[in-house]
């Protein structure tokens, strides 16, 4: 997907911080990513592109590339949309998230 139709499509999509999760174990799920997963999601949920998240933690895109593939697949999920709208659901209903303070620490 091209940064462009990612950032115009980030733009499109609705406030999902007040949507129900996709799923009644969506923090179980999230639960199960690893740290650097949970990392790579929180940048994919704010539009970054694999090379723009490789640059700002300082690994490869290709490590990008395995981690946004391992998402998906521990998600059970089809697509960077997926990850953005999940992450974005999850984060307006569990609060004790790791992923809050995560972001605070990682993003620019």
Known sequence: MSPRFY???LDAIPDLANAEPLVSNAGEL???L???E????L?????FTDRKIASSVGVSPRTITTNV?????K???SDRMEILEFVQRLKGKEKNLDLL???DETLP
Do not use: C, M, V
């Open 75 to 77: 998600l059970n999920l």
């Open 43 to 47: 940048f994919i949920s704010r539009g």
């Open 101 to 103: 303070a995560l972001e």
């Open 7 to 9: 950032k115009r499509n």
């Open 34 to 36: 690893s740290p650097a």
């Open 30 to 32: 999230y639960d199960s």
């Open 69 to 73: 593939s391992e998402i998906l697949k």
């Open 38 to 41: 949970k990392q790579t999601a």
